[in-house]
């Protein structure tokens, strides 16, 4: 008996019985084996496993191609520099501020195997990536069989997982683990087998060991749970269900609350203001961010317990030793990766259970990057094209359609954006876990409609066999290209539609260019119109139904198209152009080509000669100086200038470095010590950033919620009506061209003159 997909045999129903092979008797020839065969692993795959191994050899190849190409960004040079220090010196203390200890645990490892290099550096970060793509395999009893393989066809092409998959930064890590755990749960609910308990357990440390966007994440799947939960949940309320055993959504749920509750109780720092004590401190200049202070650590030390103790006891009333089990692999992922393999047992452990969120809370006011709300839409729509225009449609189906799944990813897609969009801190590779769930609902999406639709392109490839075959008289022939058209207008849709799409979207960047239709766009016109006439000629003879479904393919296929175009040209360019809206505090090439000079130019200096860099160049340049024990860094900020501190001292006389590294700032302002000494380089640019002309220019810092609404909608309602704006948009859009420079930070390099 087969099973329906999200269905399992209810009891006593006897196992499929699966026939024996037949056995040749002696006389009967056996057939030949061919001697240059297939392994029999590979034959055994059949059709769906070879697209999933297609899939992924190409998404390796994707991700691995140029991968050290572009110069270490800002954040990677955080990453990379820690793991550096603890691949080569066993350094590392866990600090919220540059995320959890996952990361640096496995780069170091990847250090230790493979090198340093920035290929190296982003190697762990692109498997991941490519290891992404093949998740969606292990759904494909859930999602249906071509839902799921649209779904990792969606991954393996998303422009911004293809970006921040070669990117050494966390998010593609969470992106990895949030798949995987939605994955252990749904399939927990339909087989009600432990093992998934024991893996997701796995598999939530390593999120939470990772970073602190797996608070929002198993926020989000707490959400989610509970509403689906909600008819257990009130049997047990009605005393009509036992605690003790509870599976489901129910039994997960509880797993997820248990193991993590001890994480949450800096959420009571809510309440420090009335209490009068400091559970997490936002003042750097009375001690270190998220922590807590004075009475504060007993009161944070007795919370932690409290809720340790609470988790315990709910745990084992609820399975007993089983939750044992799931509790020690989670603490021995989470205590082995925060304390550095036991090295700093007291602090780590500190640090993971309070520091980790408490530092993220404080920083909520700070909202570091500044974007506004709709900043994560502004960029979907320049890269995600696909997820983020069909996620409405999939929504609307799935609500008529009432299907289980599909309205459980509809849920995410909605909460995950609006708790991004509530978080103070906004920046590009977060567009990442924003866009996930989307692609895991779009992906399913377009998968069911493909199933629906596969029935109707039979007829179609008929007729094409049969027109191949007539040769008999001119009449059959007739009969049989009337059968073919009429048959393959269907199968034309697909191919129809985005044609249409993109030649109207050509006509119309061709009136915004010159603000006249000329005769070439005149015949454009009658051309999509001609177009249009065959696709509601098919659409009727196919049924409104199927043209429908056949229009959103080829929709489908023209936004994919596109995306992967943009995500190309995003991934495989390492310079300062094409301009980038994912471009955040990136690492100039130039920053590099200084730093190999620096070590050509000390390779002719006397021993003991150093190289003095001033902080404000501290990233990214510690990376490239990473094997140069000549490199000193100095503050060299006078009082007047942010974030100064007491040892900060600007160069009063000439340095005795053989070279000199000094933002623009500084170098102007201290040429005089400088010029006899030293060539000084044109201006470089160290950090790059895109210009962020989404923005709506005359917002105030103390506009209220409203006045800042009602200026958002003026300015894009006069946007909308200006074809200057309309151009500039397509402009960037297909060419990625613009009036604006970017926003950059630079600096002089200071060579020893020659003689």
Request: aromatic share 16%; with cysteine.
């Amino acid at each position: 008996m087969s099973e329906l997909p999200g269905t399992t045999p209810p009891e006593g129903t006897p196992p499929e019985v699966i026939p024996a092979e037949a056995v040749p008797s002696e006389g009967t020839p056996s057939p030949a084996t061919p001697r240059w065969g297939l392994p029999r692993w590979l034959r055994s795959l059949g059709w769906e496993g070879a697209a999933y191994l297609l899939l992924i050899a190409v998404a390796l190849g994707m991700h691995l191609w140029g991968l050290g190409g572009r110069a270490i960004h800002y954040d990677e040079a955080i990453h990379v520099h820690y793991a550096y220090r603890l691949a080569e010196k066993w350094e590392y203390t866990h600090a919220a501020w540059c995320h959890g200890p996952f990361l640096f645990h496995l780069s170091a490892f990847f250090f230790k195997l493979f090198g340093d290099s920035e290929y190296t550096a982003r190697l762990p970060f692109a498997l991941f990536g490519v290891a992404l793509v093949g998740l969606p395999y292990f759904f494909r009893r859930y999602m249906g069989r071509w839902g799921a393989l649209a779904t990792a066809v969606l991954l393996a092409f998303s422009p911004v997982l293809l970006y921040y998959g070669r990117f050494a930064r966390n998010d593609i890590y969470i992106a990895f683990w949030t798949v995987a755990l939605l994955i252990l749960a749904w399939r927990y609910f339909h087989e009600g087998k432990d093992r998934y308990l024991y893996l997701g357990s796995a598999v939530l440390a390593l999120a939470f060991t990772t970073k602190e966007t797996a608070f929002i994440m198993a926020g989000l799947f707490g959400i989610l749970f509970f509403v689906m939960a909600l008819p257990q949940l009130a049997s047990w309320v009605r005393y009509r269900t036992r605690f003790r055993g509870l599976g489901g959504p129910a039994g997960f749920l509880i797993l997820m609350v248990t193991l993590t509750f001890p994480q949450w109780t800096p959420l009571v720092s809510f309440f420090q203001e009335p209490l009068g004590i400091t559970l997490v401190n936002s003042n750097d200049a009375l001690g270190p961010v998220g922590q807590a202070l004075g009475v504060g650590i007993f009161v944070s030390l007795g919370l932690i317990g409290l809720a340790m103790v609470v988790s315990v006891v709910v745990g084992f009333l609820w399975r007993g030793r089983m939750w044992v089990y799931c509790a020690l692999i989670y603490y021995a992922i989470w205590f082995l990766l925060y304390t550095t393999v036991f090295k700093n047992p007291l602090g780590g452990f500190m640090s993971g259970m309070w520091e980790s969120m408490g530092y993220w809370l404080a920083q909520q006011e700070v909202a570091r990057g500044g974007q506004p709300w709709y900043f994560y839409f502004a960029l979907g729509l320049n890269y995600e094209f696909l997820p983020f225009l069909l996620a409405l449609p999939a929504l609307v189906y799935y609500a008529v359609k009432r299907d289980r799944l599909g309205m459980a990813l509809g849920l995410l897609s909605l909460l995950t954006p609006a708790f991004y969009i509530y978080a103070g801190e906004k920046m590009p590779w977060l567009i990442v876990e924003v866009t996930l769930p989307l692609i895991l609902l779009v992906g399913k999406f377009l998968g069911d409609i493909l199933g629906e639709t596969l029935g109707h392109f039979i007829p179609a490839f008929r007729a094409v066999f049969l027109l191949m075959r007539v040769a008999e008289t001119h009449r059959t022939r007739l009969r049989a290209v009337a059968g073919f058209a009429v048959e393959t207008g269907k199968l034309f849709l697909v191919l129809l539609v985005p044609a249409l799409i993109a030649l109207g979207g050509w006509l119309l960047v061709r009136y915004l260019d010159t603000g006249t239709v000329d005769g070439t766009s005149w015949a454009l016109v009658g051309a999509v119109s001609f177009l249009g006439l065959l696709i509601v000629c098919s659409g009727w003879r196919a049924g409104w139904m199927v043209a429908s479904r056949l229009a959103v393919l080829g929709t489908a296929l023209l936004l994919l198209g596109f995306g992967v175009f943009v995500g190309a040209r995003a991934s495989y360019t390492y310079d300062d152009a094409p301009i980038e809206i994912l471009v955040y505090a990136q690492g100039s090439y130039e920053m590099r080509e200084v730093a190999h000079q620096v070590q050509e130019v000390m390779e002719a200096q006397p021993e003991g000669s150093e190289v003095a860099v001033d902080y404000e160049l501290w990233y990214p340049y510690q990376w490239y100086a990473r094997n140069d024990d000549y490199v000193r860094f100095y503050c060299y900020k006078d009082r007047s200038e942010d974030a100064w501190v007491a040892w900060c001292k600007p160069i009063q006389e000439t340095p005795k470095a053989a070279v000199v590294l000094l933002n623009v700032p500084h170098g102007e302002r201290d040429v005089e010590y400088l010029r006899d000494k030293y060539e000084r380089t044109e201006k470089k640019r160290n950090l790059l950033w895109f210009p962020q002309l989404y923005r709506v220019p005359d917002i105030q810092a103390n506009d209220g919620f409203l006045t800042r609404r009602s200026k958002e909608v003026r300015y894009l309602w006069e946007s909308m009506k200006r074809r200057e704006a309309w151009d500039g948009f397509f402009d960037y859009l297909i060419q990625r061209r613009m009036d604006s420079p970017w926003w950059f930070s630079d600096f002089y390099a200071y060579f020893p003159k020659e003689g």
